[in-house]
């Protein structure tokens, strides 16, 4: 896949004409670009509805009504991050991922796998980008992006599923502590330099692409393995309700991995694995971590 070279200054306006060009020679759909916009994975699902074709992409440089999961709010600010939202279609998605679960998780992963790729091209080895389960990409143990997939269906048919990708670029994207659930961090601060956002959104949708299509295979699930976070170390898994506030503790284990269908592996303290479903919990480092 190639080092990439996040050097600043080589795009300094981005409007609908400068995004084609950017893109340009990237297998993608249609392609739409929003100085504002309330959240790229509401355009795109209005898009979907409007016949939008496979991989076309919404790119905002400010979200005013940016989503996480469960509605909590994702913050992007302008000028300093990105936030886009991908469509797939069925057609280009592997039939045995077709159901919604599998296929949620899946390109969940996907779209962190693709960030963390393109980080780890320019970060020290030491220090990482790896996938928190399941939606977000931390570097020195900050999250600093988070993925949001929503499927839509026609009946009981998928229409389309949109792949949302929110990543802190420069400092100004780091919302205020008590915005957030879990220490942010911003590519600038992990790679200790400056970073132009355009060139890194070639570089995550061109990661993307090469990932999707072997989004099936035994080697996406290894990458995948290999950049999960907190292995080993005990974690608590709450109920996760979106709601803030105090949910109640679920579990309490170590991270022992991933489950061929992209399921947690936690070892709870009998020495029991148990699984972890996506969607029910939220993970947080346990403050007393022990042996
Ligand atoms: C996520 O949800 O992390 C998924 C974020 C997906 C955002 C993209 S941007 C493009 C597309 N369009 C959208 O409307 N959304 C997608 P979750 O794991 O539920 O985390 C949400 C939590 O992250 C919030 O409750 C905050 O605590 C925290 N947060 C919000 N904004 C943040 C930011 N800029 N950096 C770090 N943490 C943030």
């Known amino acids: 896949m190639g080092i990439v070279t996040l050097k600043r200054g080589t795009i300094q306006w981005m409007d609908q004409a ?6 340009a020679g990237l297998p ?23 016949g939008a074709s496979d991989l076309s992409l919404v790119v905002a440089d400010e979200q005013t009504a940016g989503r996480g999961r469960l509605d909590r709010r ?17 057609q280009g998605l592997p039939p045995a991922l077709t159901s919604s679960p599998a296929l949620l998780i899946r390109l969940t992963a996907l779209g962190a796998l693709a960030v963390c790729e393109t980080l780890n091209e320019a970060l020290p080895p030491m220090l990482p980008a790896q996938i928190k389960w399941p939606n977000d990409v931390i570097a020195t143990r900050r999250k600093l992006a988070g993925v949001l997939v929503e499927l839509h269906w026609a009946g009981d048919q998928m229409d389309a599923a949109i792949l949302g990708i929110g990543i802190n670029v420069s400092r100004h994207a780091i919302p205020s502590a008590e915005q957030l ?30 990932w999707k299509a072997e989004l099936d295979s ?15 170390e005990w974690v608590q898994v709450f109920t996760d309700t979106g709601q803030g506030g105090e949910s109640p503790l679920l579990l309490e284990g170590q991270v022992a991995g991933l ?19 996506f969607g029910e919990i939220r993970l947080r480092q346990s403050e007393s971590a022990s042996t």
Not at 18 to 23: I, N, T, V
Not at 76 to 89: E, H, V
Not at 218 to 229: D, H, K, V
Request: charged residues 20%; aromatic residues 10%.
């Open 28 to 50: 993608l759909g249609s392609l739409r670009y929003f100085a504002s916009l309330g959240s790229t994975n509401d355009l795109a699902g209005r898009w979907v509805a409007a």
């Open 259 to 277: 489950n061929p269908d992209g399921t947690l592996r936690l070892k709870l303290h009998s020495g029991e694995v148990t699984s972890v479903q």
């Open 218 to 232: 035994e080697r996406f699930m290894q990458a995948w393995r290999g950049r999960l976070a907190f292995r080993g």
């Open 181 to 210: 659930n879990f220490p942010a961090t911003c590519v600038e601060a992990v790679v200790e330099g400056e970073v132009d956002r355009w060139t890194l959104l070639r570089a995550v949708l061109s990661n993307l692409l090469t």
């Open 74 to 90: 994702w913050y992007t600010q302008p000028g300093a991050g990105l936030a886009f939202s991908l469509i797939l279609r069925p």
């Open 18 to 23: 400068a995004l084609e060009k950017l893109l």
